[in-house]
């Protein structure tokens, strides 16, 4: 099963952000790859943007907490 919000609250902030440069570069292939020759199922563009975006919600979430405690 892929990794959703619940299960991205248990990762540290270094491993976030290993994911967030992973999912970024394997978006952008896929787009190259989308570009040159369509890909049998652009479901996997969608799903690998909504990925990021959620790395990226729980980075930010992560920081507004931070700020707030201080």
């Known amino acids: 099963m892929k990794k959703k ?3 991205l609250k248990d990762l540290t902030v270094a491993e976030l952000s290993d ?3 992973e ?3 394997s978006l952008t292939k896929l787009r190259f790859a989308h570009t ?3 890909i049998e199922s ?3 563009l969608r799903s690998k ?3 990021v975006a959620r790395i990226l919600t ?3 979430k992560r920081e507004l907490v ?3 405690k201080k």
């Open 49 to 51: 943007r909504k990925e």
């Open 5 to 7: 919000g619940t299960e």
């Open 36 to 38: 040159v020759s369509p």
């Open 58 to 60: 729980e980075l930010r």
């Open 19 to 21: 994911k967030l440069n």
């Open 66 to 68: 931070n700020t707030t």
């Open 42 to 44: 652009p479901v996997q």
């Open 23 to 25: 999912g970024r570069s």
